[in-house]
């Protein structure tokens, strides 16, 4: 597939998320890597409440939906997990936080014993995001979100 390269920006109060995709088409089964990057030039260290267990991508939610709502699985952790104790991450101002991630243009569930059984999707258009989310003034949520979108033949 002929790599297009894409890079999306966004900037709210001084905070600007900024995604790039390498392969914005990719083969079914195939693997889009996205490294999405957050830079904190708020005048003020930015503090991001997340689920306590960090072995994931969680620090920036990068999600790409099939048509029918089917999501492509993070080669890192094929298997999403959830806890409900939370941690702080903090970017102090002036820094970036990069978070590089690989997803698979495939199906993967707790049921299946290894990437290897992952079912790959069919070709077709697929939605992506990225969101960045942050603690604001009075316990207020923050958020930056980019939007994209990757082809899939």
């Known amino acids: ?6 890079t999306i920006e966004k900037t709210l109060d001084g905070v600007t998320l900024k995604v790039y995709i390498e392969n914005p088409k990719v083969k079914s089964g195939g693997e ?4 999405a990057t957050v830079t904190n030039n ?3 260290d930015i503090i991001s409440t997340l689920p306590i ?9 990068t999600k790409i ?11 890192d952790y094929p298997v999403e997990m959830t806890e409900d ?3 702080q991450f903090i970017i ?3 820094e970036s936080y990069v978070q590089d991630m690989y997803l698979v243009a495939a199906e993967m569930n ?5 990437t290897a059984d992952a079912v790959p999707y069919g070709a077709g258009k697929c939605a992506g995001t990225s969101t960045f989310k942050w603690d604001g003034s009075n316990g207020a949520e923050k958020s930056l979100t980019v939007s994209f979108e990757i082809e899939m033949a």
């Open 92 to 94: 102090k101002s002036g």
């Open 65 to 75: 939906l099939t048509q029918d709502g089917k999501a492509f699985y993070d080669k």
């Open 1 to 6: 597939m002929s790599p297009a390269l894409q």
């Open 110 to 114: 707790s049921g299946m014993s290894s």
């Open 42 to 44: 708020s005048g003020k």
């Open 53 to 61: 267990y960090n072995q994931q991508h969680y620090e920036i939610r």
């Open 32 to 35: 889009v890597h996205i490294t």
């Open 85 to 87: 104790a939370t941690r």
